[in-house]
């Protein structure tokens, strides 16, 4: 048997602020129920710490681009849960045209079962907060996560598959029953 996270009061802050986005997400309407499966694996994992828990393998990554005339940026939380280690980045990209794009990371975080975690010691609110107030695009940030990207990557969820296959493509001019175009 595995040793169990050695997780500090830090630690619990970033997975208390990575319960309440998880949990955020499962209650949107951004996701196909496909894709809940996995994000219900990681909020297992997440109920059991410190204790490992064995064959879950899932990637969840949120981003969302902001363009304007001449500039645009990016921002991506990216989360991996393993049964041998949990890991948390979050960052994105600016870009000023007759400048270029620049590239940063705003925190991460990563645990290992027995060891003391690696951690920056910055908090990226942006990801972390619940507060729509503050930031040049609400939308993005409202209680669904509306004009958000949304990929899973979980090798033990068929569904995720099956999902892909099944969502009706954007030039096939089909909708489904509420109105969504099938996207996410």
Not at 33 to 53: D, I, Q, W, Y
Not at 95 to 109: A, K, P, Q, R
Request: aromatic share 8%.
């Amino acid at each position: 048997m595995n040793e169990p996270y050695r997780l500090n009061k830090a630690d619990l802050q970033v997975l208390a602020a990575i319960d309440r986005l998880l949990k955020r997400l499962a209650a949107s309407k951004s996701i196909r129920p496909a894709k809940l499966v996995s994000v219900a694996k990681v909020l297992h994992v997440l109920s059991r710490l410190p204790r490992v828990t064995e064959g879950v393998c899932v990637t969840i990554e949120i981003s969302y681009q902001i363009k304007q005339e001449g500039c645009g940026s990016s921002s991506v939380w990216h989360l991996f849960v393993g049964e041998d280690s949990m890991a948390l980045s979050c960052g994105g990209s600016e870009y000023t045209e007759g400048v270029g794009s620049d590239l940063f990371t705003t925190m991460t975080w990563e645990a290992q079962p027995g060891e003391r975690t690696d951690y920056d010691g910055s908090w990226d609110e942006s990801w972390m907060e619940r507060d729509d107030e503050g930031y040049s695009d609400p939308a993005v940030f409202a209680e669904d996560l509306c004009g958000c990207k949304i990929s899973i990557d979980d090798d033990d969820n068929p569904l995720l598959f099956d999902d892909d296959e099944a969502a009706p493509s954007k030039d096939d001019g089909s909708e489904l029953a509420d109105g969504s175009d099938g996207e996410n």
